[in-house]
């Protein structure tokens, strides 16, 4: 599967025509695409670079680029709701996913966030995630080999509640646990159990009652620090002379983020102190 490169036979290519309205084609030796502007041919994007234009029989003139990771996210196949780029995005720094590191997630869903997180493990690192449907299993294993072009040497998708995860099933513990589930408080002793000391967890939770019912349990169970919770808003702006304005719409609300880190065993952290009023 290559990502960059002129174009070759097995490439998925997303054509972008002059109203902005995409269409994606594999390209196939001696193949056609039929648009409402005429056939295109692939044999006359196959070998040109990225970012290059290709004209249909009739003059319609489309743009040529491999999907991004991005595209891929917001066009691929769901069974679950996925979790959006911005907050993937915020989950690989604040979660600091490093190259190397052993993830736990769950649970896998849509394999959106799979794909991130197996990008920033790397080849070294290693990703086991967890799924308790078998339908969503299989659009993330889908999802995943599509993108990635085969089942990732890294990644350890299994099917199972979190709940029923032990250390012995991770082959010890995990450096970072990251949970996208409807009830991340029912599984907070399982992290415990599966994250070294001082490895980071992060939840990403929809509502504030989960919010709120998240970051009790972590406060109750004594063995996190003090945890944090966000969410990031991002705005696109329209940039054109006087026109120059933030868009009207945005996708305002997606989840909220709960950050926290597992303390050495026997460890109390000390209360946190609020301001005295004045
Ligand atoms: C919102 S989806 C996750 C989407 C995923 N993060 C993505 O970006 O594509 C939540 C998933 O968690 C799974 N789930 C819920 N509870 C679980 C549990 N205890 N163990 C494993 N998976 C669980 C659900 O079946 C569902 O597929």
Known sequence: ??????FQPGDRVQLTDAKRRHYTITLETGGSYFTHKGEIKHDDIIGSDEGTMVVSHVGGEYLCFRHLLVDHVLS????????????AAQILVEGDIFPGAKVLEAGAGSGALSMTLLRAVGEHGQLISYEIR???LEYAENNVAEYMGEHPANWDLRLGDLNDVTVKDTDGPVDRVILDMLAPWECLDTVRDLLIPGGVFM??????PQLMKVMEGIRELGCFTEPKAWESLVREWKVEGLATRPEHRMNAHTAFLVWARRLADGTVAPKPQRRARK
């Open 1 to 6: 599967m290559a990502y960059s490169g002129p």
């Open 134 to 136: 078998d339908d969503h």
């Open 76 to 87: 691929m196949p769901r069974g679950a709701a996925v979790i959006y780029p911005k907050d």
């Open 203 to 208: 939840t990403y939770v929809a509502t504030v």
